[in-house]
């Protein structure tokens, strides 16, 4: 069965550290990956999107992605965090052209001032 | 300002009764989605359309209905069938080009509560 795993279910970084975000996808061998961020209360916004090509992709709010087809990870990366990074992200995940998405169970980001 | 909107915010239901939730996109966009998202479960996939007058099951169809009679219209309603139907709901939609399904866009959500 397709899924999406991201094994971190909260992780607390401190305002201005590095953060990865990780997420593993089960099948596919030509997968259309999304990083999705979710305010509480609110709908969920993009911060990028791999279909094809360069296997390093920029989004938006300084976040990056990349994807490792030898590991199934699409990994998200920020080199330094904000305080107003906190909230939940969910890794997404589509195995063919037309096919549904698949989310990862979410990563629940906190900052530390 | 293109979008989607989800009617009402909060929604409030007595047990036993079926409600109908809102979702208007005018993105023009071709495929629009149901999830339902409950604390520490992620997303999960009610129904889902990809065009006019069709629709398909997702992993937890169960109690809801929807109908897709026009492009930017997708209604969800909760039938009483549901047993736990407290949780947010989130509407979505995405643009098919060149027979690719692009990245999905989410409205603001609505949250239900039976009461």
């Known amino acids: 069965a397709q899924s999406v795993t991201q094994p971190d279910i909260h992780i607390t970084v401190s305002e201005g550290a590095s953060l990865e975000l990780r997420c593993n996808y089960s099948y596919g061998a030509t997968p259309y990956l999304f990083w999705y961020v979710q305010s509480p209360g609110q709908g969920l916004q993009l911060l990028l999107k791999?279909?094809?090509?360069?296997?390093l992709v920029q989004g938006i709010k300084g976040f990056e992605a990349e994807f490792k087809r030898s590991q199934s990870s699409f990994n998200l990366r920020k080199p330094s965090v904000h305080w107003s990074d906190a909230a939940e992200y969910f890794c997404a995940y589509r195995g063919s052209t037309l096919g549904r998405l698949y989310f990862g169970r979410g990563t629940q980001l906190t900052v530390w001032p | 300002d293109g979008g989607i909107t989800q009617s009402p915010k909060y929604l409030f239901r007595k047990e036993g009764q079926n409600v109908t939730l809102s979702c208007e996109q005018n993105l023009n966009h071709d495929a629009m989605y149901w999830y339902r998202q409950d604390p520490g479960q992620g997303l999960r996939l009610i129904y889902y359309?990809?065009?006019?007058?069709?629709?398909q099951k997702g992993d937890i169809a169960e109690g809801y209905s929807v109908s897709r009679e026009k492009k930017e219209s997708f209604p969800l309603t909760v039938t009483s069938a549901q047993k736990n139907p407290t949780a947010f709901y989130l509407c979505?939609?995405?643009?098919?080009?060149?027979?690719?399904?692009?990245?999905?866009?989410f409205g603001q959500g609505t949250r239900l509560t039976v009461v």
């Open positions: 359309s990809q065009i006019v007058n069709d629709f």
């Open positions: 791999y279909f094809s090509g360069d296997t």
């Open positions: 979505a939609s995405s643009r098919i080009k060149d027979n690719v399904n692009t990245e999905a866009f």
